[in-house]
Structure formats: C-alpha cells, structure tokens
C-alpha cells in the first residue's frame, strides 16, 4: 500500500481538481468546491523522533498560515514507509491542543461532515484513502489563521546487509513554496542497546545548523534547527550498532493494568556465506505505452543511468521496453554482464528504440520475463518502471505474481512509478515477491530515491526461512516467513504473559544453495518494559495485517472485520474500517493521550487466533475494571446445534487481558469433529460471543 519510502511522504490528490502535492505540503479548497487548490504556507516544523534499535516513532508537528481571502478546507494526504502505521492525530484550536478518538469510520465521517455543515467544533479526520496512504481533513481554516497539527507514525528502519540502518524525513520544499520557514527543529534521539558506530547526515558539513550531542556510546542526539530557510532536500541519517553481526536485541512493553506484555526483537545473524562475488540477475522492464513521453521519458533515462551506475560486474542485465508489443535488449533471451561496455550500449539502445506509443499490458511482459536465462543461483530483480495501470492484460495481484515464479525461484520486482496516483496493484505484487515500491513525484531528488529503493539490492536472498520460538510466548509475527530478502537482519513481533528466559533459533537456506544455515540465541523477555507503546502497538499491526489479507484474500467475513476494528480501538492504529476524530467537543474521557491506550473499555472477546484451526486455538478476552453486577466469567463452547460441550472457564478473573486455548476436546477429553462452534463468554448481564471453524 504505498511510494515505500523509509519517511514520511505527504501526497495529495485531487482527482476533480487534477492536482497532485509533493511532500510535506498542506494544500486546501473552498468548501463544496472541487477547484481551485491553494497552498497553505507551512511556517514550523517542529518533529521528535526515537528511535530503539530498529524501531522509529516520528512525531510530525508542522504549522501552516492561510494567506488567501477565503475560509478553506484543509487537506493533507501522507504516504508511510512500508510497514509503518499511524497512531497519532492531535490539533490545535486557540491555543488548546485537541486529542482524537477512533471511532468507526463510518461514523467518524458523519461526526465530521455534521460538525462541517454545523460550523462547529473546528473539526479533523484522519482516515485511510489506500495502502499505506492517509488523508487528514481540516475546516474551517479562515483567512489569516494558522492551523497547528501533529501526527505521529512507526515503523520498521530498512537495514542494509552490512548492518547500516536508515532513517528519513522529509523537509524538501522546492517546486511548493518559495517563502523560507520561519523555524525548523527537528529532534532525533538513538537509544540503541549497543554501542552506535558510523552515524552520519547528509547535514554533518553545516555545523550551523546541525548539533550532535553523545549522551552515551548507545545514545545520541540530533538536533536540526534554523529560522528563516527553504530546505531544498530531506534530512538522511544512516548509522550501525558496534558487534552487530550475530547479535540480538529485544524491546519489550506491558499494556497498562494488565499482566500480558508485547516484545520486539532484532536479530542480525551471522552474514551468510555464499560468496565473496554475490550474483544478481536485473530485469529491467519500461513501460513503453503513448503516455510515457515529456517529463516521464526524461525521468526513464535519468532512473535507467542512475541504476545502471549502481550494478557491479558480477550482475547480470537485460532490458524489456512494453507498450503491446515487446523490444529486447540484448534482442534474445540472454542476459549481458554490466561491465562499462554493456551500460554503454544499453544507454544507446534506450537513446535509439525508447520512442513510447501504444498500450500498457503488464502481463505481456512478466510472461516474457520467465523465458529469460536467469541463473539459478543468482538473486533476480526486475525493475518494472511505469506511469499507470495495464489497459491489456491481466490486472490481479497474485495472478500476475505466478509469472516471476522462475522454476523454483522468484524474481523480486521493484516497480518504480512516474506521476502514478493508484498503486495497489504494484504494491501488492511488490509485497508477493519481497520487492520494494518507490513512487517518484516533481519536487524529488530522484537519486535519493532511487537510492533508498536499491538500498537493498546488495541482500542475498533465502527461501524456506523459519524463526522458532520458545514456550510462553504466543501470536508470533512472522512464525514462517518462505522469502527473506534480508537475512542479516531478521525481526519478529510476538505476546507473553510471564518472562520467558530461553531460545529461539532462525534457521534458512540462500537461494541457489541446498546447505540450511542454522543459528540459536537467547531469547530474555523481561519483567521490566521500555514506555514505548510502540512495541504493542507494533504486534497488533502485524495481526491487523494478517487480518486484512484474510479478508482479501479468503473470505468477507463481519467477524474479521470486527476484530480489526477492536484492535484499531484498542491500540489507537488507523485501518481502512476506522478513523481518527479530533474536534473542539471531544469526551476528554474518551480522548487518547500521547502513548495510552484508551481506558474506558468494554468486555471484550477476541476473534481466535488461529481460526480455522487444528487442533489448538487461542482465545482472548478483556475484563474491564468496572464491575457489572455478578463478576464471574463464565466461557463455554456450542457446537453448531446449540449442545455445550465444552466449559473452559467458570470463575473470577482479575481486570485485563487474558487468554485460554481450546483444544478442540469436549469435557469428557474426546477430539471433537470438523465443524462450527461457538464460543460463549458471559459475565454478568453481559454476554459475547464469536464463530470458530474446527477444520481437519
């Protein structure tokens, strides 16, 4: 879902109105209008960011000022990094900072649009457009005023095969505005859990507006401040961990007033030795089709020289040109090493036959991509570059996928989009093959883009990837994982409720080899937590996710969408069924405060993980500390006639969380049958339930 940027990208998109932001903008419209868009003048930018080993929290605090005579409705529209998940909306009216709620989407919008009409409340709404894209609305902003907002998102750092670690955002203004800010300050803290070695900016040679202070070998802080300046680039920051390689380490966090904690680990595993001359296979597929003439043929030769120049002597290539029809290069299958000769004569190739006409048919060309040479034993990369969808051809995600299965192998595809509004489609093909999605946009720098986007280039691929875990610990993201693009840096999301003192081990095989690599390390889940919400939060994405792609890819269900709706309301995470809403009128009681999760909670029972399921599953359930009436907690299953056959619980349970597992048996022990059942949680009045699919 997503321009797969490691920062924040600020898009915005007017399809009436035909225009398209750039990052970190605020543009806004007269209400009930489609055109014109005016920009909004950004005048501060003031941004925290923490990062914990791999895991990065930013905190975007920006002020814009409505310089135009008229009362407009805002709109910012951000694209995350890949993987990251918003968490945070906060707005200031008056002087007062306003908190937001999550609410059901549907009626977060009608709270909004109410409010709108109304003219009251001074209303905001963050809700998913797409993916990984985001839009937040605003209104009224009157003539003259500012409009101070906050988001806040987390997300994974990419991690290169050398244990280098990344970290942007964007400040870049050229092509928005010409006015120079009137203040940035934008903290970064590292609090690493070993030494930090090679930490480096690309502001590291203006002193004058970048400070270091090293608190400790393990923590450091970044300060990047001026007034009165146009930023015309975004801030970089790359650094390692001293003794990374085959190194562990682990972030922890206890939810509030209950007993079930969260951890996060990563895991940088001995570099896997296959060779000292790693080979790579590239495919390079242009889109070809009328549409890619102008600015997007100039920006096809610019991406194709910067690449190029970026492939060593061991790699492979070859270039498809599409448009209905298809032009190769070399003109067989075969595949030219990339010495200076070959770049040479592929410039010229591109310079002579890149004359774009014709249709878009993505199909064409990945079928054309599995009748190349590629080496077995080689990495594959095909670079797909393209301005919009196929109009021939098939348009399913996993249908088009099968085509970069090469015999036994998959060719991980790397779309870079030119001026592309809907990326579903490349995302999600990205995602099935452990690719990467870059979007370029006017006002980029290209080559720092395209540069975060082959930052991974250089990783040996491994298949049959398995991270085991040991007793105690439940809900674990990823348990299997089938195609590892970085196994120097493997990471893994799970739940505990007591400390667990053992081992885990990560065992995988590189593509092109038969010997399975296996390493073991301990695995310390503590009593004692980092404040970083983030970490929970961190799990309940990944099973959100697993969520939704059931949805997509299995079955509609209401009870899958619920459950995701619970998670959203519980950890305070943006889903495509929820919304955030901050207005003037907000119940303070059930307002989120900066890293809580809400309070005020109902009884809850949870959708079993897994389900269908053979022969375990795991049920969850939350007790509210308000009691209502008898407080004993009663959980039984019906099988699909309504029988009991199963009490797994009859007695008191403190306030919190808690989970059971049904093992499939009756009360007698028996092994019951394939079918439905229903698990029944009573306390009091109150009364939930949810279906379960015992399948064998």
Request: with cysteine; hydrophobic share 40%; proline share 5%.
């Amino acid at each position: 879902m997503k321009m797969i940027r490691s920062v924040l990208i600020l898009l915005t998109l007017f399809l009436a109105a035909g225009a398209t932001a750039e990052a970190g903008k605020l543009f806004a419209r007269e209400l009930g209008t489609a055109s014109p868009i005016y920009n909004l003048v950004q005048q501060e930018v003031r941004s925290h960011v923490i990062i914990r080993n791999r895991l990065a929290v930013t905190h975007v605090d920006e002020t814009f000022r409505n310089d135009h005579p008229y009362e407009l409705e805002g709109f910012y529209v951000f694209e995350l990094p890949d993987g990251a998940r918003a968490d945070g909306l906060w707005m200031w009216v008056d002087g007062e900072r306003i908190r937001f709620v999550v609410k059901r989407l549907e009626e977060a919008k009608q709270i909004y649009d109410s409010l709108k009409q109304e003219g009251v409340g001074d209303p905001a709404i963050l809700e998913t457009m797409s993916a990984n894209r985001f839009q937040l609305r605003i209104f009224p902003i009157r003539p003259g005023e500012e409009r101070r907002i906050e988001i806040e998102y987390f997300h994974e750092l990419p991690v290169n095969r050398d244990g280098t670690l990344r970290y942007t955002y964007p400040l870049n203004m050229s092509g928005y505005q010409s006015a120079p800010l009137q203040r940035i300050a934008l903290r970064v803290e590292l609090a690493m859990d070993a030494p930090i070695t090679s930490s480096k900016t690309n502001f590291d040679d203006r002193p004058t507006m970048l400070s270091r202070t090293d608190v400790s070998d393990r923590r450091q802080l970044l300060d990047l401040e001026h007034e009165n300046l146009l930023i015309e680039e975004d801030f970089a920051l790359t650094f390692a961990l001293e003794g990374w390689s085959d190194s562990l380490f682990v972030l922890t966090h206890t939810e509030t007033g209950t007993s079930d904690s969260s951890f996060f680990m990563l895991w940088f595993p001995d570099t896997i030795d296959v060779s000292q001359d790693v080979k790579t296979d590239f495919i390079f597929a242009i889109d070809a089709s009328g549409s890619m003439t102008g600015l997007r043929q100039g920006m096809v030769m610019t991406a194709m020289a910067n690449i190029m120049a970026r492939l060593l002597p061991s790699d492979r290539c070859h270039i498809l040109l599409f448009n209905g029809d298809i032009l190769h290069f070399p003109s067989d299958t075969g595949m030219i090493f990339a010495n200076i000769t070959a770049r040479m004569t592929a410039s010229t190739f591109l310079q002579l036959k890149y004359t774009p006409r014709g249709i878009t048919d993505y199909e064409a060309v990945l079928k054309a991509i599995g009748r190349l040479a590629l080496r077995p034993e080689a990495n594959k990369r095909c670079i797909f570059i393209t301005d919009g969808l196929p109009n021939r051809g098939a348009t399913d995600a996993g249908e088009l996928a099968t085509h970069l299965r090469v015999g036994t192998h998959t060719v991980c595809f790397y779309p870079i989009t030119i001026f592309t509004e809907r990326l579903e489609l490349l995302h999600d093909l990205a995602g099935m093959t452990g690719g990467r999605l870059c979007a370029l946009e006017q006002g980029m720098d290209f080559d720092d883009a395209l540069r975060r986007t082959t930052f991974s280039f250089e990783n040996t691929l491994v298949q049959d990837a398995l991270l085991e875990y040991p007793a105690g610990v439940a809900d674990i993201f990823p348990a299997t994982s089938l195609l590892v693009t970085n196994p120097a840096a493997m990471t893994g999301t799970g739940r505990f409720l007591s400390p667990v003192r053992d081992s885990c081990t990560f065992s995988y095989r590189p593509q092109g080899f038969s010997v399975r690599h296996r390493a073991t390390r301990p695995l310390l889940l503590r009593e004692d937590t980092t404040e970083l919400v983030q970490v929970a939060r961190l799990w309940a994405s990944k099973r959100i996710d697993q969520l939704l792609a059931r949805l997509r890819d299995v079955e509609d269900s209401t009870e899958i969408r619920e459950a995701v709706i619970r998670l959203s309301e519980k950890y305070n995470l943006l889903t495509p069924f929820t919304a955030f809403i901050a207005h003037r009128e907000v119940d303070p009681g059930d307002a989120n405060a900066v890293g809580e999760i809400a309070a005020a909670r109902d009884l809850e029972l949870e959708q079993n993980y897994p389900n269908p399921f053979n022969p375990a599953t795991t049920i969850r359930f939350f007790i509210p500390s308000r009691s209502s009436g008898d407080s004993r907690v009663r959980i039984c299953i019906y099988d699909a006639l309504g029988r009991l056959v199963r009490t797994l619980a009859d007695r008191d349970y403190a306030p919190g969380t808690h989970s059971l597992v049904w093992d499939g048996r009756d009360d007698a022990g028996i092994a019951l049958p394939s079918g439905t059942y229903f698990c029944v949680l009573t306390r009091g009045g109150l009364q939930r339930s949810i279906t379960m699919t015992l399948l064998k």
